[in-house]
């Protein structure tokens, strides 16, 4: 599965109604079409994108294919973002966060930073007292 690709698809707020829907129950272009007060043709566009990132399946039924979200790869894209959101973080030091400045080797240390410094390792928003947002930071802990 890619991740990136199946993100991309949900993301959009139509296909994100139709795959919940079709976690409810199957459904037809048509009956998708009718629930969404969408054209039939514009559902088809948006299925066809679902089953190309994996998400779906479908099955005929008579004259008609119904579709059905494939659960598995839900939990694959669950199971990467939890993945990633364990990620932990590591305090910044010049030798892993690439300071090019010339005040680095003092930005890393025990102690203050200079608001110059402040403002080139953690950004604009960092103002003047390096702010909680980076409070991961060595420099920020005294």
């Known amino acids: 599965m890619d991740v990136t690709l199946a993100l991309k698809t949900i993301a959009d707020e139509t296909r994100m109604k139709i795959l919940t829907l079709l976690l409810q129950r199957n459904y037809c272009v048509r009956a998708l ?18 089953r190309e990132a994996g998400l779906l399946t479908g099955e005929k039924k008579g004259y008609f294919m119904h579709y059905d979200v494939k ?19 590591e305090a910044c030091t ?30 604009k928003e960092a103002g003047g007292n390096g702010g909680s947002k980076h409070e991961h930071c060595r420099c920020h802990k005294s």
């Open 33 to 50: 079409a009718r629930k969404l007060n969408l054209t039939e043709a514009t559902i088809s566009q948006h299925l066809k994108i679902l």
């Open 71 to 89: 659960r598995e790869i839900l939990h694959e894209l669950a199971a990467s973002i939890e993945k990633l959101a364990s990620i932990e973080r």
């Open 94 to 123: 010049p030798e892993y966060g690439g300071c090019q400045h010339k005040e680095s080797g003092n930005c890393h240390v025990k102690g203050e930073c200079s608001s110059e410094i402040r403002k080139f390792c953690h950004g």
